[in-house]
């Protein structure tokens, strides 16, 4: 990677012009009214179409992908994104479809919706989805408010409360809040699963349902979980399926079948849409039967979803069939025991015991604190991580674990890829037991070195405008 | 170790208050600032906003966490330190003069339910 | 059955690896699920498809689908898309990369989403913009939960009829759950009225209030007194645009706008029965802190370099969780990215002429439907850029339409039937589309 520092605005010359319209054939319209019509200088960079592509080459070359290599990434699912799905994407006979147009019109996309209905059901052992959500926590989102309708259909005003792990991804309750629900805590286990009798006295009338994920955000799965539907159940209470985890899952365990009443699948993750720097997701909301009724009222996105990341998932699906599917869930599970295994004795492992696609470290053995310099933290393993050319785990994450780092390998890497990861962060554990500052000043072999992050939130500036 | 100033009240979410008449000073401690690490704002109230013991009224912010600032008396807020809009790192680097929020007490007796300097140095574990 | 090229195991990979853990087999690793719960026999899907076989299936469903020159808006616009596009948002260093917490290796992402939010401001002449959500209507969702964070114990939030209805549907859906009662301003003569709007205002309860720039009929509003009467209630003025328009267009900021929302996807994105598009708001310096959504910033690193990382975190879900504004995590990055592109080949002048050649397409559709003696013109005297709406004075016309291959008269809730041209018409097509009119 090169450091390439321009930013458009820079390119820009009075006069230039990228861009390529027809000549104008028609009558002149009246102009807007002067009242209505814009007064401010239009600032927007003048700049050649051969200075833009190789502006915009330079800096995807300062960018890591999936594509130049490994990022273990917990709970992101970074898998490598078929170049067959873009083909489908792109062609233009999906592409040029207004989102009005009447089914009739459009059969073909209309038949993808119903298809990926029923290969998204039978995956996952729920009945029905909507296909509206753009993002896992937009889902999360649809999700709740179905839950909501639910008991207000069943004429139910007093389930104003949802419970979720102490465990859980940020979104989570942040769904909730947005979906007006009062976020209740159950506390984990030291073994980092739902603390069942913890949970038992926060059941009531009150209780919308459980928003959680199995496997856990820990990458363990909560072998208690059928008698926790029960007891949500019990209490008249749904079941939230956090759909983010499903990767172990796939082809050998549905949500459906272990009591989930309503779960969300994140397209972007599980099933191989390329991350685009952030975005396009999306977020299927799937539900059990009785719940079907309630989603034709909850209206969360302008049109159909994201068609063009739905196109993308369903020709993965189709590439993996019944035949492939099973082998998705369980070298998943594979990499990730493995690279446990090989790293357990340089790294803190809090819990012992088969995980599922990812697990957590608590940062490292030794740390090589020592006199007044500090030991090695797990943001510093992340940084020296860079400069051996992979991306770093998640870190800080789950919060209950201070120095935590996770690791998914997902089942598209190599056991070279695999090794060469164990390798290095074994490279990495033995330099902080020596010197811990090698870390501390890490990365060192990246086109930038660390930034000044408070000062970016002290002193904001957000927009080219504001450096002139 | 910590700064801890004596003849100030100490809240168990290490707030500090001075009192100065009917009025309670509330800043956070040497401790809690060394916690949060650089802070990049302050959330505060505005003036004339109720106040309740107990409860939020505000915030610490870093770069990666967000701190609640609990409120050690209710009453009535009487001035916002508006240099920490634009200097939030005042509160690092001097965390006993860079107060946040004055109040009006309705009820100076819950300063009885503080801890003064010896207990607060106690219960920080220091 | 197909061969899945993506697993690069092989059963020698397979074995070391579980020696390694020290288990036997594969279901040795789901040795903690239940046993009732592990799925037995073939699950109901069909056999998985060769690369050629999945390029064949999707190509006879491509063919399914009409194909017809649009020329229907209503929120999602069949603008020009320039080749330079796709090619760049297609590089893998882009496209294959995640969100960009790990600054060091992710200036290319962080770069353009600076760009696309300097962008946004220009277009909007607010002063922040984050970067971007999942579309339009959500964004305005959005704005008005912010308008409940700004305004300090109001419930209600007030939105014009004129809004497009996916916009006012979906704002309603966020309203309904989060506990915010909506308040709608009745139009007049074709957009929102401001003395409706003063009466709703009266009642004292107002956090904020959505307005649209461009309107469902296509009426370019006017919005003077909306801010002054808004503010003096000490409410928000939410903007929702269509940001091409914005070119040519008194921007929020003239208006006095507080934020400003709306879709992306009229800056080149193509109509892809609806999505990926792109949500964007602006906001005022001071609203700054409760906006939601991801954030970049400038900064430097160690060396004096000049950097960019995600900035401002402390608002979003990952640090506040149930108190933060917004439960949004990931955007429509890539879709900003080709609204950066977009707009740095237009720039200025390119954002014109599309406004021009649109509109002035549009006019010249509308005289000569007029012309034909079959419709009624609504709003005869409000100025509008590409889109407009008439009465059709028969039937079927949308249908008549469609045979002669043209996706246009689209039916809207008052009864009218809508139009919308833009650069990518010919003056062509449109003669043709008379014509088709005229035989009915």
């Known amino acids: ?468 | 170790m910590s700064k801890i100033m004596e003849g100030l009240k100490y809240s168990e979410s290490h707030e500090w208050v001075k009192v100065e008449g009917d009025v309670a000073v509330v800043g956070v401690s040497d401790f809690a600032q060394k916690e949060m690490g650089d802070i990049t704002y302050v959330d505060m109230p505005e003036v004339d906003d109720e106040v309740t013991a107990g409860e939020e009224f505000g915030a610490l912010e870093s770069v990666k966490a967000s701190s609640e600032l609990i409120a050690p008396v209710s009453g009535t807020v009487v001035e916002v330190n508006s240099e920490l809009e634009d200097t939030p790192e005042k509160v690092n680097e001097d965390a006993y003069g860079a107060w946040i929020i004055k109040v009006k007490m309705s009820d100076p007796a819950e300063l009885d339910a503080l801890m003064d300097a010896v207990a607060y140095k106690a219960a920080i574990g220091e | ?440």
């Open chain 1, 1 to 468: 990677m090169k450091y390439y520092d321009k930013l458009v605005f820079e390119l820009s010359q009075e006069g230039r012009t990228g861009f390529s319209l027809p000549v104008n054939k028609y009558p002149a319209a009246p102009e807007v009214p002067a009242a209505l019509r814009r007064e401010s200088a239009l600032n927007l960079p003048q700049v050649s179409e051969p200075d833009v592509v190789r502006h915009y080459t330079n800096l995807s070359q300062m960018n890591f992908g999936v594509d130049t290599g490994f990022y273990p990434l917990g709970s992101c699912t970074m898998k490598y994104n078929p170049k067959i799905n873009e083909e489908i994407a792109a062609m233009p006979g999906f592409g040029g479809l207004h989102p009005l147009m009447e089914d009739s019109l459009v059969p073909g996309a209309r038949k993808v919706y119903e298809e990926m209905n029923k290969a998204l059901a039978a995956i996952t052992g729920m009945h029905a989805f909507t296909f509206d959500p753009c993002a896992g926590a937009h889902g999360e989102l649809t999700g709740l408010m179905i839950m909501r309708q639910y008991h207000l259909n069943r004429g139910d005003l007093a389930r104003t409360k949802v419970i979720v792990p102490d465990s859980a991804h940020g979104t989570n309750p942040a769904s909730a809040a947005v979906a007006g629900l009062e976020v209740v805590e159950v506390k984990s286990l030291e073994n980092g699963r739902i603390d069942v009798e913890a949970l038992k006295p926060l059941l009531g009338p009150d209780i919308a349902g459980i928003m959680m994920t199995n496997p856990n955000t820990l990458g363990l799965f909560e072998t208690q979980i059928e008698e926790i539907a029960a007891l949500v159940h019990g209490v008249g209470g749904l079941l939230y399926y956090d759909g983010a985890n499903m990767n172990p899952l796939m082809g050998v365990v549905r949500p459906g079948d272990m009591g989930f009443d309503i779960m969300h699948l994140n397209l972007h993750k599980t099933f191989s849409t390329p991350h685009g720097g952030g975005g396009p997701g999306s977020g299927p909301v799937g539900v059990a039967k009785h719940l079907e009724g309630c989603i034709p009222a909850i209206k969360v996105s302008g049109f159909h979803g994201n068609f063009g990341v739905i196109l993308r998932a369903y020709a993965y699906i189709l590439s993996l069939g019944k035949d492939h599917l099973q082998k998705v869930g369980q070298f998943s599970v594979l990499g990730a025991n493995y690279i446990k295994e090989c790293l357990k004795d340089k790294y803190k492992l809090p819990i012992e015991g088969v995980c599922k696609h990812e697990f957590v470290f608590d940062g490292l053995i030794n740390d090589g604190a020592h006199d007044d310099v500090p030991g090695a933290t797990t943001l510093d393993v992340a940084k020296r991580l860079l400069d051996y050319g992979f991306h770093a785990p998640t870190i800080y994450f789950p919060l209950l674990f201070h120095q935590a780092l996770m690791i998914e390998p997902t089942e598209t890497e190599s056991k070279e890829t695999l090794d060469a990861f164990i390798e290095v962060m074994r490279k990495i554990a033995d330099e902080a037991a020596q010197d811990p500052m090698i870390l501390h000043d890490a990365p060192h072999n990246t086109p930038i070195s660390r930034p000044d992050e408070t000062t970016a939130a002290r002193n904001p500036i957000l927009k080219f405008q504001d450096t002139l």
């Open chain 3, 1 to 440: 059955m197909a061969q899945l090229p993506y697993l690069p195991q092989t059963e020698a990979d397979v074995q070391a690896m579980l020696a390694r853990i020290g288990v036997n087999k594969l279901e040795d690793l789901y040795s903690d699920v239940p046993a009732q719960f592990l799925h037995k026999g073939a699950y109901a899907l069909p056999d998985a498809l060769s690369e050629q076989e999945i390029r064949d299936y999707f190509a006879s469903l491509e063919a399914m689908n009409a194909r017809l020159k649009v020329f229907v808006g209503q929120g999602a616009y069949d603008h020009y898309t320039p080749s330079v596009i796709p090619y760049l948002c297609s590089r893998s260093e882009f496209l294959t990369a995640y969100t960009p917490y790990q600054c060091e290796i992710s200036q290319g992402t962080l770069r353009y989403i600076f760009e696309y939010q300097s962008m946004m401001c220009e277009l909007t002449g607010l002063d922040v913009s984050n970067a971007s959500m999942y579309d339009g209507p959500t964004a305005a969702a959005e704005a008005m939960k912010m308008a409940i964070a700004c305004a300090r114990k109001k419930t209600r939030v007030l939105l014009s009829a004129t809004l497009l209805p996916n916009v006012i549907a979906v704002v309603k859906t966020y309203a309904k759950f989060h506990g915010v009662e909506i308040g709608m301003i009745e139009a007049d003569g074709g957009q929102t009225s401001l003395s409706a709007l003063q009466a709703e205002l009266a009642k004292d309860d107002v956090a904020g209030v959505i307005v649209p720039s461009v309107n469902r009929y296509g009426i370019v509003e006017d919005h003077s007194g909306f801010a002054d009467a808004i503010h003096a209630e000490k409410g928000i003025l939410v903007e929702y645009c269509d940001p091409s328009a914005l070119a040519v267009v008194k921007t929020p900021a003239e208006w006095g706008a507080d934020v400003a929302v709306g879709d992306g996807q009229p800056l080149g994105l193509p109509l892809c029965y609806g999505g990926p598009y792109v949500g964007f708001m602006t906001v005022k310096k001071e609203h700054m802190r409760k906006m939601p959504g991801r954030i970049v910033g400038q900064t430097t690193d160690k060396e004096g370099r000049r950097v960019f990382v995600l900035t401002l975190q402390a608002r979003e879900q990952h640090i506040k969780r149930e108190k933060a504004t917004s439960n949004i995590c990931s955007n429509e990055s890539l879709m900003a990215l080709w609204v950066t592109v977009y707009l740095s080949l237009m720039g200025p002048e390119g954002m014109k002429q599309v406004n021009k050649l649109s509109a002035d397409g549009a006019h010249y559709l509308k005289a000569e439907l007029l012309k034909t003696g079959q419709f009624e013109d609504v709003f005869p005297d409000k100025p509008f850029l590409k889109e407009f709406v008439l009465k059709y004075k028969g039937t079927g016309l949308k249908e008549r339409l469609e045979k002669a291959g043209f996706f246009a008269a689209l039916d809207t809730e008052e009864g009218y039937v809508s139009f919308c041209v833009t650069e990518k018409r010919t003056k062509e097509e449109i003669d043709r589309l008379v014509a088709a009119v005229k035989e009915g």
